[in-house]
């Protein structure tokens, strides 16, 4: 579509490689004028020509073309369509010197990470159009098998075509996309990537962003449907012995596998098919097809899934994985397979509609804003401005998050266990006649005001590390990835602390209070329970105190903001004047003035922090002493790294042989046929013409955006 604001053209695209490559015919001199619901006006190197529209053969996913058929001034009806070259190419009518070179050619441009696409045309006769468009219409009213219909109709009229041409669009990335994909391998984060580009323009982009190296070994189609094989072979005669057996049987099914440290895959999305569908790849296999009518109760199903754990375990065995011309129902495939056969928390990360189903199906989904519209940004869980920014939401806030989360829960479970549990051991000297230890309202307000505000603030403001050396040392994500921070063992060494500390706190005062009377004769039994709630609270607390590595102002305010409201609540719940009101409700009258006024029974509660703290610190001292050293101190004594410098997108050598498969130089999303044709407009969008952007996805699964405008 197109608007006029003064003397400028304004277009309205369905994607911006469209938008980009209108622009380009205007500077060659050929002019998008004006549209119509049946009209196309165009300025032929200042010639203004009216084409009739008849007909528009919608795009998508699956067809991986559009056409159009318009009657030009002379009254001749003609047949234009775009798409990507593989199936440009398998339509021509003939092959000759012309087609031969633009080949080369499309060669060329995906060596030099440039999307291409094909544009080729046919003449159409008056009698074929009239037979044709009368099926179309009754293909087009039909309740039932429209798509399917109008699907077999367009396949039909887009044959026998002639070569035009071939484009080219160069295809550049954000900044700092390739030291972003770099940071995710050094944090231990698999990436896969999922991509409508030809297998030669995502290799170059792989290797300029550096997710391939130069001492990689590239497993192609061939050599991985061999492994897969031989792995499912070796799978159902060993049933049963596990998936170490299995993985480790994978990494030596590759004769070159033990000379080459890192591997890759890079595979079709014709073969992933195979790989998703019941075991198709198995089937080609004439042997192995021999061989398994002799196994017991080995089915169609069975094998498919057989198939497509192999082919995970061979993936994640590689460093990168790289899957070229899928469509966007295969990408959800994809992260729907890795979630079937592997205890991962997969990452999609995209920015056009075509990746909407990948971020769904993902356990967390981020969507970019950028030139690919919105879709992606409204079906995410994050959005962000730029690629880049994926660092910091991983391993600053993400870490951080983790951190503050585990925190969180230890030191809530810890206070639980390290204050209530006293009533327990109260029980075993009262006889178990349900009477409590505490003061009422100190059980009330234990975990509401006394210890919550630290155990908050250390679950929203801490950090272990800060943000720039999370960003300098990305291993230390991998702490999140084991579950160091919180697991069965954590939760059951904060029971023993929690456990440990009740009893401390306990039986201390109990033995303080056994055979002496303080100097105020202090030694009641409003007294011990005001000694023991004492201790049991200043213990947490400096337990919070000692293990909280980031100290803000608000930090300090919850600590003392606890403090006070014990002491300030303390003071109104134990006043002579509310006994006098409600003596059955507040009756621990004068108890904590009583009792921490006396010195002995100070002395009684700082020998209980003593207590409490010692194990604290002599773990700290043991692990200084035997090596065991903190994150920081691992940070402060490891080497600082020379940055590497930066990487452009550039024509890299070629690797190996590949098979040509085109990208698609156009929206994955269904096209806007039945709109046009309809006379409704789109809305204007903030498209920008130029050097657009390179749609591939990770595991992660992250996309590789244009610069932001």
Request: charged content about 20%; aromatic content about 10%.
């Amino acid at each position: 579509m197109v608007e006029e604001k003064g003397d400028q053209l304004v277009y309205q695209a369905a994607s911006p490689d469209e938008e980009a490559l209108v622009l380009a015919a205007r500077n060659l001199g050929y002019i998008f004028l004006a549209r119509t619901q049946d009209t196309i006006t165009i300025s032929e190197l200042g010639k203004k020509r009216v084409y009739k529209v008849l007909a528009m053969l919608d795009f998508n996913s699956d067809r991986k073309r559009m056409s159009v058929l318009v009657r030009d001034p002379q009254g001749k009806i003609r047949l234009y369509t775009k798409g990507a070259d593989t199936v440009i190419l398998e339509r021509l009518q003939n092959r000759g010197p012309n087609e031969t070179f633009t080949e080369r050619a499309l060669d060329h441009f995906a060596e030099e990470t440039l999307r291409t696409l094909c544009l080729a045309s046919k003449e159409v006769s008056e009698v074929e159009y009239s037979d044709w468009s009368r099926r179309h219409h009754e293909a087009s009213i039909l309740l039932q098998g429209r798509a399917q219909e109008l699907d077999t109709l367009y396949e039909e009229m887009e044959q026998n075509l002639q070569l035009l041409g071939a484009t080219a669009i160069e295809d550049k990335l954000q900044d700092g996309v390739p030291e972003t994909i770099q940071m995710l391998k050094l944090g231990n984060i698999k990436v896969w990537v999922l991509t409508g580009d030809k297998q030669e323009t995502a290799a170059n982009i792989g290797y300029a962003c550096k997710l391939l190296t130069d001492d990689m070994e590239i497993l192609e189609e061939k050599e991985i449907s061999e492994i897969l094989e031989v792995h499912c072979v070796s799978n159902n005669n060993s049933r049963g012995s596990g998936e170490a057996q299995s993985s480790s049987c994978l990494s030596q099914q590759h004769p070159k596998a033990s000379h080459h440290k890192k591997r890759a895959v890079i595979i079709s999305g014709s073969f992933l098919d195979k790989i998703l569908h019941t075991g198709e790849v198995l089937k080609e296999k004439r042997r192995l097809w021999r061989w398994v009518p002799f196994r017991r109760a080995v089915g169609s199903e069975q094998q498919g899934s057989l198939v497509e754990k192999a082919f995970v375990d061979l993936a994640t065995s590689c460093q990168a994985v790289i899957c070229c011309r899928v469509t966007p129902k295969q990408k959800a495939l994809m992260v729907q397979l890795v979630k079937k056969h592997k205890k991962a928390i997969t990452l999609a990360i995209g920015d056009g509609a075509n990746d909407v189903n990948m971020i769904k199906t993902a356990d967390i989904g981020v969507g970019i804003s950028g030139l690919e519209g919105a879709q992606a940004v409204q079906c995410s869980d994050y959005a962000l401005a730029q690629f880049s920014y994926l660092q910091r939401l991983l391993f600053i806030h993400g870490r951080w998050a983790y951190l503050r989360i585990c925190k969180f829960l230890r030191y809530f479970f810890y206070k639980t266990f390290a204050g209530l549990m006293a009533q327990v051991w109260f029980a075993f000297h009262s006889g178990f006649t349900a009477q409590p230890l505490y003061e009422g309202w100190f059980l009330a307000l234990y975990n509401i005001f006394y210890t919550a505000y630290p155990v908050l603030s250390m679950g929203l403001l801490e950090q272990d590390v800060s943000a720039k050396k999370s960003l300098e040392f990305p291993e230390l994500y991998v702490v999140g990835q084991q579950d160091e921070l919180f697991n069965y063992r954590i939760f059951g060494i904060t029971l023993l602390h929690g456990v440990s500390t009740s009893l401390a706190s306990f039986y201390i005062a109990f033995w303080a209070f056994k055979d002496h009377v303080g100097s105020k004769a202090v030694g009641d039994y409003e007294s011990f329970a005001v000694t023991v709630a004492t201790s049991a609270l200043l213990s947490v607390l400096l337990e919070i105190i000692l293990d909280t590595k980031f100290w803000t102002v608000l930090s300090f305010v919850m600590v003392a903001a606890s403090l006070l409201l014990f002491c300030l609540f303390s003071f109104m719940t134990q006043s002579i004047d509310a006994f006098r009101i409600a003596p059955a409700i507040f009756c621990f009258p004068d108890a904590s003035r009583n009792a921490l006024t006396d010195p002995y029974v100070l002395l009684v509660v700082l020998l209980s922090l003593v207590v409490n703290t010692i194990p604290s610190l002599t773990i700290h001292l043991y692990h200084t002493m035997t090596g065991k050293t903190t994150i920081q101190q691992k940070i402060r004594l490891k080497a600082k790294r020379a940055p590497e410098p930066s990487v452009e997108l550039r024509a890299h050598v070629s690797r190996g042989s590949f098979h040509r498969r085109s990208s698609y130089a156009f929206s994955h999303q269904e096209g806007y046929a039945g709109l046009i044709t309809r006379g409704d407009s789109l809305r204007a969008g903030n498209a920008h013409p130029g050097l657009l952007h390179a749609e591939v996805q990770t595991l992660a699964l992250s996309s590789l955006p244009s610069p932001s405008p």
